[in-house]
Nanobody, 122 residues
């Protein structure tokens, strides 16, 4: 089992940047693929970015490609989401998730953090 705690959310102006972190504890972090999802009010939870266990493979939603970067540090048991050129439509609660397999399907993930709010003012 793994516990996940996100941090780094906040209020930022459009065009600005934020860096989210997700610290993991419990079973070996490096055995999990990690992903970031987000959920805006009244909308479904959607895949944002994912990274393989080694960090060698990354995947992004089309809406964030070229603006967001996912990375991980398997020594510090942390996954990051660097968000640049933020837009008002990026406003959502951002969640990190862990599972043995990297997928864009939220229901497949066994472990979730509590979420961190990102608000982008236009």
């Amino acid at each position: 089992q793994v516990q996940l705690v996100e941090s780094g959310g906040g209020l930022v102006q459009a065009g600005g940047s934020l860096r989210l972190s997700c610290a993991a504890s419990g079973r070996s972090f490096s055995t999990y693929a990690m992903a970031w999802f987000r959920q805006a009010p009244g909308k479904e939870r959607e895949f944002v970015a994912g990274i393989s266990q080694s960090g060698g493979s990354t995947y992004y939603a089309d809406s964030v490609k070229g603006r967001f970067t996912i990375s991980r540090d398997n020594v510090k048991n942390t996954v990051f989401l660097q968000m640049n050129s933020l837009k008002a439509e990026d406003t959502a609660v951002y969640y990190c998730a862990a599972d043995s397999y990297l997928t864009v399907v939220a229901e497949r993930y066994d472990y979730w953090g509590q979420g961190t709010q990102v608000t982008v003012s236009s």
